[in-house]
């Protein structure tokens, strides 16, 4: 048996404990889990409803997920969604551990652990996406069209306002890192134990992403673009940093924004917005490549050489 030195995507392969069939079991075990969590989180949000609010509101709230669970002006609506997405954050660590594909760690980067100072490195990145696409969506583009995006009259009450922020600032981070390691983590490892080729970790996983999204065609495109470079970004630095912090920081900014208007669906896409997405994503993602050429970290499994390119893996059968 050989040494491994492989590429974000590659690390299960490098594993002594590799075996081909090894990820498969992992996402049956993650799926198990998830489903067993995510129920769990709900009955457990419903239970605490019914006794507080009765049967009307757990009826409401319940009917609320059904038409939209990403209303971001209906605080007990998200609440139930984002939290029972952020179980996939548990599920997912721990099929990973369970099958015998790496510690806890094993997803979050090419050092077996998040790079808290390399994350902190692209909030700045974060920081310029989502002023660029906030200020393009609102600021630029309706004067130009004559269209708002994602917006609506105010009709949420203030109070209702303050507990939607509460929500938004305290799970939208579970949520989006719990995505993150599934999509980005989890299934470019998995699909990286078997091919090589890193476009197939990026673009597979993307696919899945967007598709999950309950979302309108416009929609569906629109985080698929967001999916393609956080997927090429965690390859291109080793790790699920940068998408991270992209993906808290742009869900937490649009849910706010649009809390207080009642009856926008955030799975409302469109072309302008797309098209917004298509403008201001590459420039992340090069502000991003651009902070980590200064950082010093590695993209590749620590003892490889500094350009992470691939030698020799490990063949264990």
């Not at 198990?32 to 009955?43: C, D, E, G, Q, S």
């Not at 393609?228 to 991270?244: D, F, H, P, S």
Request: hydrophobic share 55%; aromatic share 8%.
């Amino acid at each position: 048996m050989t040494t491994a030195s492989v590429e974000y995507h590659r690390l299960f392969r490098a594993l002594p404990t590799y075996r081909w069939w090894r990820p498969l079991l992992a996402a049956v075990i993650g799926a198990v889990l998830y489903w067993v969590l995510a129920n769990a989180v709900v009955l457990a949000i419903f239970a605490v409803l019914r006794a507080v609010g009765g049967q009307e509101l757990t009826s409401t709230v319940a009917q609320g997920v059904q038409d939209d669970p990403l209303d971001a002006s209906q605080p007990l609506v998200l609440l139930t969604t984002l939290a029972s997405i952020a179980t996939l954050l548990p599920a997912a660590l721990l099929a990973t551990k369970l099958a015998g594909l790496g510690r806890l760690g094993q997803l979050s980067s090419v050092t077996g652990r998040l790079r808290w100072r390399w994350m902190a490195r692209t909030l700045p990145a974060a920081l310029v996406l989502m002023t660029l696409t906030v200020g393009l969506s609102y600021l630029v583009l309706p004067p130009l069209t004559g269209q708002a995006i994602g917006t609506g009259p105010v009709t949420t009450p203030p109070a209702t306002i303050v507990w939607s922020a509460l929500v938004i600032l305290l799970l939208v981070p579970l949520q989006a890192s719990a995505e993150e390691f599934a999509f980005r983590g989890f299934a470019m490892q998995a699909l990286g134990s078997w091919i090589v080729w890193p476009a197939v970790a990026i673009v597979l996983p993307t696919a899945a992403f967007a598709l999950s999204h309950a979302y309108n065609p416009w929609g569906m495109l629109d985080v698929a673009v967001f999916g393609v470079a956080a997927a090429w970004l965690t390859w291109r630095t080793g790790g699920l940093e940068a998408a991270i912090v992209g993906h808290v920081l742009n869900n937490t900014v649009l849910f706010l924004l649009l809390a207080p208007f009642a009856g926008t669906e955030a799975s409302d896409g469109s072309p302008l917005g797309l098209a917004v997405t298509v403008v201001c994503t590459p420039v992340w993602a090069w502000l991003v490549t651009r902070a980590f050429h200064r950082s010093g970290e590695r993209r590749s499994s620590p003892d490889s050489p500094a350009d992470g390119t691939v030698h020799e893996e490990a063949q264990v059968g």
